[in-house]
């Protein structure tokens, strides 16, 4: 039960980064390539303070649910944007683990407003 738990936590997780990615189109390549394991390293451009301040809370929510990452564990943000047609799109993946050897990975292709 604990293991299908912490999997659930790291499934929400997702979730919410999706959808504030989602709503933050005009930054969102600030959070391509960052990892959500040492909250402390954690750095965004110059005037990104909202979005640095977001993934800090992300990395301390992923932190306080599931623990500290281990060595094998990834939590990566990875953000792509394509031109497919005439549609441009960003292509969003994200992929977080913890205890219990859980593993979440999402994919989305948003398309830009």
Same mark, same amino acid.
């Given at each position: 039960?604990?293991?299908?738990?912490?999997?659930?936590?790291?499934?929400?997780?997702?979730?919410?980064?999706?959808?504030?990615? *989602?709503?933050?189109?005009?930054?969102?390549?600030?959070?391509?390539?960052?990892?959500? #394991?040492?909250?402390?390293?954690?750095?965004? #451009?110059?005037?990104?303070?909202?979005?640095?301040?977001?993934?800090? *809370?992300?990395?301390?929510?992923?932190?306080?649910?599931?623990?500290?990452?281990?060595?094998?564990? #990834?939590?990566?943000?990875?953000?792509?944007?394509?031109?497919?047609?005439?549609?441009?799109?960003?292509?969003?993946?994200?992929?977080?683990?913890?205890? *219990?050897?859980?593993?979440?990975?999402?994919?989305?292709?948003?398309?830009?407003?």
């Amino acid at each position: 039960m604990s293991k299908s738990y912490d999997k659930e936590k790291l499934k929400f997780q997702n979730t919410e980064i999706m959808e504030v990615l *989602n709503g933050d189109q005009a930054n969102i390549m600030e959070y391509n390539g960052k990892d959500l #394991s040492q909250c402390a390293d954690l750095v965004t #451009s110059e005037g990104k303070e909202e979005q640095l301040a977001r993934l800090k *809370n992300w990395c301390n929510k992923i932190q306080g649910e599931v623990g500290n990452k281990r060595t094998q564990d #990834s939590r990566i943000i990875r953000v792509e944007r394509r031109v497919i047609g005439d549609e441009a799109v960003f292509i969003v993946s994200l992929e977080m683990s913890g205890k *219990n050897d859980k593993s979440v990975f999402m994919k989305r292709v948003i398309y830009e407003k």
